[in-house]
């Protein structure tokens, strides 16, 4: 991967996005490391760098005003590492535990926590139902996963009792939030301005009823 020629566009990105232009190098270290094991283990199916720098890395990286102040975060489903990998990166003192089933997917989780030093991030690579963590999450996150009802579903047990579920989609979903189970209710909606992607992108923040 030629770094060089991303930079101009990651750098533009940092800068429209508040963040640290220091972040640049991690995170195309990060984005260098997927490409090439995703030409063997089909980590995803984006292949084009300039692709994949706005669409996994700019599109996770959206939401970290979000993140900032929490202790800890769960990424369920996380795939290659979206959003948790670019989030730690980006969130220094944020706990992130990168939860994935695949073992091709999970065996990268490591290699890239390992060559990062992401000290703060963890590997659980079991499914997510089955996942039972000492402490709970002050937040999980989801991109891409599945249904609003579904994560929920899947994850809920994970979160402390003050916990929300940070979750990413492109138009708001009304058909999934009138969906969600008893005990839970939509906290805020945010409109996310991803950096070089014309579509809509939503962070939806959800959780348990106030009584």
């Known amino acids: 991967m030629d770094t060089t020629a ?12 508040s963040l640290d232009p ?3 190098g991690p995170l195309l270290d990060y984005l260098a490391l997927l490409q090439r094991w995703n030409a063997t283990y089909n980590l ?12 996994h890395l700019l599109d996770s990286l ?11 975060l ?15 990166i980006a969130t220094p003192g944020l706990r992130v535990t990168l939860v994935e089933s695949n073992g091709k997917k999970a065996r990268f989780l490591r290699e890239a926590v390992r060559q990062l030093r992401l000290n703060e991030v963890t590997v ?20 891409a996963l599945a249904t609003l009802p579904q994560i929920l ?12 579920l940070l ?15 008893p005990g839970w209710q939509v906290q805020a909606i945010h409109r996310l301005q991803v950096p070089g992607l014309s579509a809509e992108r939503h962070l939806l923040d959800i959780a348990r009823s106030r009584a």
Not at 6 to 17: I, Y
Not at 153 to 164: E, F, Q, V
Not at 167 to 181: N, Q, S
Request: no cysteine; charged share 15%; proline share 10%.
């Open 44 to 55: 995803t199916a984006i292949r084009d760098p300039h692709e994949m720098l706005v669409k």
């Open 22 to 24: 220091a972040l640049a």
């Open 167 to 181: 979750a990413m989609k492109g138009v708001v979903p009304d058909d999934e939030i009138a969906a969600l189970p």
């Open 74 to 88: 769960a990424d369920l489903g996380t795939g290659p590492g979206l959003p948790g990998i670019p989030l730690a």
């Open 6 to 17: 991303l930079r101009p566009v990651l750098d533009a990105g940092l800068q429209q996005l």
């Open 153 to 164: 579903a899947l994850g809920g047990h994970l979160l402390a009792a003050d916990g929300h």
């Open 62 to 72: 959206a939401m970290q005003p979000y993140v900032a102040g929490l202790t800890s």
């Open 124 to 143: 659980a690579e079991t499914r997510i139902e089955a996942f039972q963590p000492e402490t709970p999450f002050a937040a999980i996150t989801a991109r």
